[in-house]
């Protein structure tokens, strides 16, 4: 009930910002693939989606504010060899709200870059070996830090594609000495660290004008 009555008051909250001249609302939607650097596997296996809401304020005629708030599936993947059935099949499914803060740089009209920071809160999770729940020691903390960098262009004046890495600024568990192995030291601590991939398309209530 408080997820509903929060994303309710997102949604009004762009509806509202919308009336403005320099503000936008919008919708996203989109497909994830991830994969968690320092769980001794490899590759973008896991695959998810994104969904959830925007606004956007304009700041200059090439630059941009952008407020997101939308649901993401992180996590990693691996599969047994299916020939030999070799290996261990192992999965870690997270699901966060996410909360990015983005500034955009527009260039050529319809280009532009992004890039800022995201607060991930955990809403729930399941990992499994063989297809079976197991309970990871080090527990996942409610709350971390990730870093964006993307890439959109304009396909209509209301619609946007969007490339985007997304990657952890803290690990996404609890750690302290001595480590798992495998576990990676990035930035400011050794753990485990969402490592994600994603398109998407962005709607905008009111069209960009400069198209």
């Given amino acids: 009930m408080k997820r509903f009555l929060a994303t309710l008051a997102?949604?009004?909250?762009?509806?509202?910002?919308?009336?403005?001249?320099?503000?936008?609302?919008?919708?996203?939607?989109?497909?994830?693939?991830?994969?968690?650097?320092?769980?001794?596997?490899?590759?973008?296996?896991?695959?998810?989606?994104?969904?959830?809401?925007?606004?956007?304020?304009?700041?200059?005629?090439?630059?941009?504010?952008?407020f997101e708030m939308e649901y993401i599936q992180k996590g990693s993947r691996v599969n047994a060899d299916t020939l030999t059935n070799l290996g261990t099949t192992r999965l870690y499914r997270f699901h966060y709200l996410e909360l990015p803060l983005l500034y955009q740089y527009t260039f050529a009209k319809r280009m532009s870059i992004e890039a800022g920071p995201a607060v991930d809160v955990l809403l729930g999770s399941r990992e499994e070996s063989d297809g079976i729940e197991v309970t990871d020691t080090r527990s996942l903390r409610p709350v971390t830090l990730a870093g964006i960098f993307g890439f959109s262009g304009f396909i209509t004046p209301h619609l946007k594609a969007n490339l985007r890495f997304n990657y952890s600024l803290i690990s996404i568990r609890s750690t302290s000495s001595p480590y798992p192995v495998g576990y990676r030291h990035i930035l400011f601590e050794t753990g485990q660290y969402n490592n994600v991939l994603s398109f998407s398309l962005f709607w905008y209530f009111k069209p960009n004008e400069d198209l």
Avoid at 21 to 42: E, H, K, M
Avoid at 43 to 48: M, S
């Fill in 10 to 66: 997102f949604f009004s909250l762009i509806t509202t910002l919308t009336i403005g001249q320099r503000f936008n609302g919008g919708l996203i939607i989109g497909g994830v693939a991830s994969q968690l650097d320092g769980d001794l596997y490899g590759g973008y296996h896991k695959f998810g989606y994104l969904a959830g809401g925007l606004v956007s304020l304009r700041l200059t005629p090439h630059s941009s504010m952008q």
